[in-house]
DNA sequence: TAGGCCATCTGGTCCT
DNA sequence: AGGACCAGATGGCCTA
């Protein structure tokens, strides 16, 4: 939990709006209650926020887990983790339409068993495909993620 | 210590 | 009106 700066400035702008209404006619009490809504209202869309990105989380976990992240003892960041994501979808997508070339099955299960290894894959964010890698490595990983 | 990443708060906008 | 979504600001934590 992190400390509450934020809660001090928000208080203060409230007290200046209530400043500003309860000025003329409305009564004292008023006002508080107005103060004490909005208050409320805000710490409640508070929650709500919270509790949105724990869910926007959570599904980032969920895609780090199924994405490749071999020998990465280190949590890819949100942002490798999508561009991790965006690769792995289109290596597969070409491994479908590979296998569409191939006549067996069995010589399309060989082809792919010979190349696919970790050592062929660029880790996530921006990495080139080693040329040493070969050709179906840099067939299957040629995205580059944009930079900032 | 600087830089990267992250959680949280906040106000604005859009939608129902 | 109220909730969802978004982007900016801020500050904490961690690592090189």
């Given amino acids: 939990m992190k400390p509450c700066k934020l809660n001090h400035r928000m208080e203060s702008s409230l007290e200046v709006d209530a400043q500003s209404r309860s000025g003329s006619g409305c009564a004292a009490k008023c006002g508080s209650e107005r103060l004490e809504n909005a208050a409320k209202r805000r710490l409640a869309a508070n929650a709500r926020e919270r509790r949105r990105m724990q869910g926007l989380n959570t599904a980032f976990d969920r895609l780090r887990k199924v994405v490749p992240q071999w020998g990465q003892d280190k949590k890819l960041s949100k942002y490798e983790t999508l561009q991790m994501a965006l690769s792995y979808i289109m290596a597969l997508?070409?491994?479908?339409?590979?296998?569409?070339?191939?006549?067996?099955?069995?010589d399309w299960?060989?082809?792919?068993?010979?190349?696919?290894?970790?050592?062929?894959?660029?880790?996530?964010?921006g990495q080139?495909?080693?040329?040493?890698?070969?050709?179906?490595?840099?067939?299957?990983?040629?995205?580059?993620?944009?930079?900032?």
């Avoid at 840099?138 to 580059?144: A, D, K, V």
């Fill in 109 to 125: 299960i060989n082809f792919h068993c010979e190349h696919f290894h970790q050592e062929n894959y660029p880790a996530y964010t």
């Fill in 128 to 148: 080139k495909v080693a040329t040493e890698a070969g050709p179906y490595a840099q067939r299957l990983f040629s995205f580059q993620p944009d930079s900032y």
């Fill in 93 to 106: 997508t070409r491994i479908l339409a590979e296998a569409e070339r191939y006549n067996t099955e069995k």
